[in-house]
């Protein structure tokens, strides 16, 4: 079956561009993650949807950051006036429910020039 | 004190040993513990969890947990090449429901 997928894999962008980054979970999961991954930094915990609920933004490095979730399936990421400390690989994982695995995405590779 | 401790390495074995791998969690109110596998340049892919205390086997890897200790390893026997990689170990529970916390991963080094 097909597994979490993202796009586009790779973004380059200039410092100060908006981004926006997607997610397509697992069919059936109702619960999806955001982690950004960098160099010395390991992998961290940024949102989570689960259903209906609210999500929690918690790991939001700051407000430059935003995410939604359409239709309970498809996330975007948003990254506004990107800023050069924002290139990492963003990666999302999907689980049938927050006390399931995690299955992660291929992930989402963005340098900021 | 970061709220999951693992050591950097690298961890270099021969092959057919065994490979240990350790993780130490600050928040005792975790309460699942994952084991990831991650080479370079991809995403992390899920090897083991466990839940309760004890030893639980799959394979030629074992996950070992003690809640008292606030401890968690991972043992490889027959330790091949291609297990070189970085092993991450993750929690949730506690203060961190759903979410996954992540240690900074131990990178293994399998030499023939």
């Known amino acids: 079956g097909a597994g979490v997928s993202q796009s586009p894999s790779n973004k380059v962008t200039e410092k100060g561009k908006d981004v926006e980054l997607r997610c397509d979970p697992i069919?059936?999961?109702?619960?999806l993650y955001w982690y950004r991954q960098s160099l010395g930094q390991g992998l961290e915990f940024l949102i989570y949807f689960q259903g209906n609920s609210a999500p929690d933004k918690s790991g939001l490095p700051s407000d430059r950051f935003s995410a939604e979730r359409t239709g309970g399936s498809v996330s975007t990421l948003t990254i506004q006036r990107t800023q050069q400390e924002d290139s990492a690989v963003y990666l999302c994982?999907?689980?049938?429910?927050?006390?399931?695995?995690?299955?992660f995405g291929p992930g989402t590779r963005l340098t900021v020039l | 004190q970061k709220e999951v401790e693992q050591n950097s390495g690298p961890l270099s074995v021969p092959e057919g040993a065994i490979a240990s791998l350790n993780c130490t969690y600050s928040d005792r109110g975790s309460q699942s513990f994952f084991w990831y596998r991650q080479y370079s340049g991809k995403s992390p892919e899920l090897i083991m969890f466990?839940?309760?205390?004890g030893d639980k086997e799959d394979g030629r890897f074992t996950a070992q947990l003690n809640k008292a200790s606030q401890y968690v390893s991972l043992l490889i026997r027959d330790s091949q090449p291609s297990d070189s990689a970085t092993y991450l170990c993750?929690?949730?529970?506690?203060?961190?429901?759903?979410?996954?916390?992540f240690g900074q991963g131990t990178i293994l080094t399998v030499h023939p």
């Open positions: 069919s059936g999961h109702t619960a």
């Open positions: 993750a929690v949730r529970g506690g203060t961190s429901y759903g979410k996954l916390t």
């Open positions: 466990i839940y309760s205390n």
């Open positions: 994982a999907s689980s049938f429910g927050p006390s399931d695995t995690q299955y």
